[in-house]
């Protein structure tokens, strides 16, 4: 499946690894923590509209 | 609609609710299609191009690190531009896609200074140069760093706003610096422009240029990496508006007791 990469293997394999590895942490922590804070949001507003 | 009327229909994205709402309506087609054209384009350049005659398999390294520096220069002069209309118009979500564009910026200088080692090593023989454009890149990375550090440090968020959009003027020097650092000094490791040129890419100059063969894969990831980049910025500029209503609530909550 993976194309032959000859002597670059490592280089090019540890490249893809290390960009695709930042670019999934930054997708995953900028959805996280958009939930997090919508989340506390709507309960924050909850509470208030309750209280009046 | 005039020009003018289509400017002014701009500022209505100044109000947040009419930010939140427009961007969330469009937010799907932009991960779906950044998403798309990621794994389009970096299939195809990784496992359907063939190995350059010099560079060998590393070329296939492109396809990462090329979008990722064009992104990490461009989201740059994209914070240089909300900050100017912070400075100007006094608009918050303009300060605040400002405030949620830096650490992509981060992640993209990263991506391109990580890359650019790796592909660096066998090619040069070294990881590191003090080449005018890797130095370049390397102090636009710390000015990222101080940006996202100064934002955090200062409590009153006008007065982060006022200052950070001051260090995003200064910054801009060096993310103009890093795209056109190798015009300006001959003497560095790193080659000039062989992609986004307009005469390479219609083929009136004679200087060497990136092959049609990996050119379109190339073409794919940039726009993917482009439209990323917008998403991610629409929803962590959303996040950061409800995070600012959160202080408003709180603060609104304290007041009436």
Known sequence: MIPELGKYADTVLSAYAASILLLFALVVFSILRGRKVRAEMEKIEQRMSRNG | MTIAAKANALWEYA???????????????????????????????????????????????????????????????????????????????SALAARAAAPIGIVMT?????????????????????????????????????????????????????????????????????????????????????????????GTDTQEKVSNIYFYPLLLCIVGFVLLFIALVLYRTGTEIRARRINALLARERVNG
Request: proline share 4%; with cysteine.
């Open chain 2, 15 to 93: 109000n947040p609710r009419k930010f939140l709402a427009t961007s969330e309506r469009v937010l799907p087609f932009f991960w779906i299609t950044s998403a798309a054209l990621l794994v389009v384009g970096l299939t195809w350049g990784f496992f359907f191009t063939p190995d350059d005659y010099k560079q060998g398999s590393t070329v296939k390294i492109i396809y990462l690190h090329v979008p990722a520096a064009l992104m990490a220069i461009n989201c740059w002069l994209m914070m240089l531009a909300t900050s100017l209309v912070w400075l100007v118009r006094r608009h918050h979500v």
């Open chain 2, 110 to 202: 990263l991506i391109a200074l990580a890359t650019g080692a790796i592909w660096g090593q066998p090619m040069w023989g070294t990881w590191w140069a003090w080449d005018p454009r890797l130095t370049s890149f390397l102090i636009l990375f710390l000015f990222y760093l101080g940006y996202v550090a100064l934002w955090e440090a200062i409590e009153d968020p006008d007065t982060a706003a006022d200052l950070t959009s001051v260090l995003c003027l200064v910054g801009s020097v060096f993310a103009i610096l890093s795209r056109y650092a190798v015009n300006f000094w001959n003497q560095g490791l790193h080659q000039g422009a062989s992609v986004m040129r307009a005469g390479a890419v219609t």
